[in-house]
């Protein structure tokens, strides 16, 4: 069984920075926002570094925890070996997980905790994870200077950083259950249309969730989908109608929900942090929904490997919110 | 469903660039940029009296010197953008994809950082362009003695 049902996890408290093209975006419920990416360092990554430092010591600081009352850091971002979340882990006094699905990589995160509060090996674990255009350009694309000339199916890298808390201890969002997505690759090597690579994953996960669960897709107030964007959304719907059978309605896709159509970023969002900030200031923050089904989605490419032409897997992961 | 039939779906779905259009640009900007170039050229050879060869030379070098400055001044990567491939001609391009590595590594180091990466978007230019040239000049050899 790729679902695992948990027990006594919660999320207690969120903390996000966004960059400055996400603060004048569709997304207004941040806590914090930069002027500038590089938030007063001398390079990006240091800069991406800083904003994952500011949201854990602004969670440790509203939710009044000392370092010695978390049990576990698990930390991922894009840069390489997942250096920013590694270099960020090492200011703190707190056993250190990274952790590497690309931009699935933040329910990867939030199931390996849960996994460890459910089997009751932690009380309090923070998953953090962050992304920075900049960075994500210098790591997969060109020099941030060139200004290469994009396809419509390019997604665009979400400057912000996200730092969770969950615990043990009841609070209104449940983590009810979740599903491990296989890594699936469907021969398309195109890095300018992560969309593709990520949507077989994505519904294959789907219906494994649906299956497993012994549930129907309209059981969700609603499905959020991590990233597709607006190219990936469309295949997604499409392949789950004619494979799977499964008509989707109530559904979100945290690419399209970042940017304004003017802010002319492609076919939308991306990133580690473009699903996290769309669940916590958009989803949880309207307060509507109570059955949440969250699917993150990653392309699992490296620049070497996408070079030697092979098709690039993708993977998703999701998971079941139960909000009170 | 198959990996080949999945890729007709992704065919389905995926935006039409609008080819023409981007071509009408490049043309026009690509155009106006020839148009100054040699605008500048006439200048230095009348007002400084240089032979063309002369002429063509520093225009190169200003033509270098101000994409180079364009890039650090951090405008000239929308204007390449805007602009589809209009600006990617050889000189304006060239001088942008090296100064535009330059700036993305200096902070690693000039051997390591600057460097190594100095070429990065230019060392295939260089390579393919040299090795064109050759088998061109060898191609002239032949037909015309």
């Known amino acids: 069984m790729a679902s695992k049902k948990f027990n006594n996890v919660y999320i207690k408290d969120n903390f996000s920075i966004v960059g400055p093209l996400e603060k004048d975006g569709l997304l207004k419920n941040y806590d914090l926002a930069m002027d500038d990416y590089y938030y007063g360092e001398k390079t990006f990554e240091q800069a991406e570094i800083k904003m994952q430092q500011v949201v854990m010591d602004n969670l440790l600081r509203t939710n009044k925890l000392l370092e010695n009352k978390i049990d576990l850091l698990i930390g991922g971002d894009l840069v390489n070996q997942t250096s920013v979340s590694s270099y960020n882990a090492s200011k703190y006094r707190i056993p250190y997980l990274g952790t590497y699905s690309a931009c699935a990589t933040y329910v990867e995160e939030l199931i390996i905790a849960s996994a460890f509060i459910s089997g009751k090996l932690a009380k309090n674990v923070i998953a953090i994870t962050s992304g920075h255009n900049l960075n994500a350009e210098r790591q997969f694309r060109y020099p941030v200077e060139y200004g290469a000339l994009k396809k419509h199916t390019t997604t665009f890298t979400t400057t912000a950083a996200v730092a969770t808390l969950l615990t043990n201890e009841p609070t209104s969002i449940k983590i009810e259950s979740a599903t491990i997505g296989k890594s699936i690759d469907m021969g398309i090597n195109d890095t300018n249309n992560m969309g593709a690579i990520m949507a077989p994953a994505a519904a294959d996960v789907l219906n494994t969730h649906l299956l497993e669960m012994k549930r129907n897709v309209n059981y969700y107030d609603i499905i959020v989908t991590g990233d597709l964007g607006k190219v990936g959304k469309e295949i997604f719907t499409d392949l789950l109608d004619k494979v799977y059978n499964i008509k989707i309605k109530k559904y979100l896709d945290a690419g399209c929900e970042i940017y304004t159509n003017a802010q002319e970023t492609y076919a939308g969002a991306s990133g580690p942090a473009a699903l996290p900030l769309v669940l916590y200031e958009r989803v949880l923050a309207c307060k509507r929904y109570k059955k949440i089904l969250i699917i993150a989605t990653g392309s699992l490419q490296s620049v070497q490997l996408a070079n030697q032409k092979l098709g690039i897997p993708g993977i998703a992961h999701a998971i079941s919110l139960e909000v009170e | ?145």
């Open chain 2, 1 to 145: 469903m198959n990996k080949d039939e999945y890729k007709k779906l992704v065919k389905k779905h995926e935006p039409q660039e609008n080819k023409l259009n981007n071509a009408i640009i490049a043309f026009l900007v690509g155009g106006t940029v020839g148009f100054i170039v040699e605008g500048i050229i006439v200048i230095l050879m009348n007002v400084l009296n240089l032979t063309r060869i002369d002429a063509t030379v520093w225009t190169s070098l200003i033509v270098i010197f101000t994409a180079s400055l364009f890039t650090a001044l951090g405008f000239f990567d929308n204007w390449m953008s805007k602009a589809k491939a209009g600006l990617l001609l050889p000189t304006t391009g060239f001088a942008h994809s090296v100064s535009s590595s330059a700036l993305d590594y200096k902070k690693e180091g000039l051997i390591m950082g600057l460097g190594s990466n100095f070429f990065k978007l230019a060392g295939s230019v260089i390579l393919y362009g040299i090795l064109a040239s050759f088998i061109l000049v060898i191609v002239k050899v032949i037909i015309s003695g």
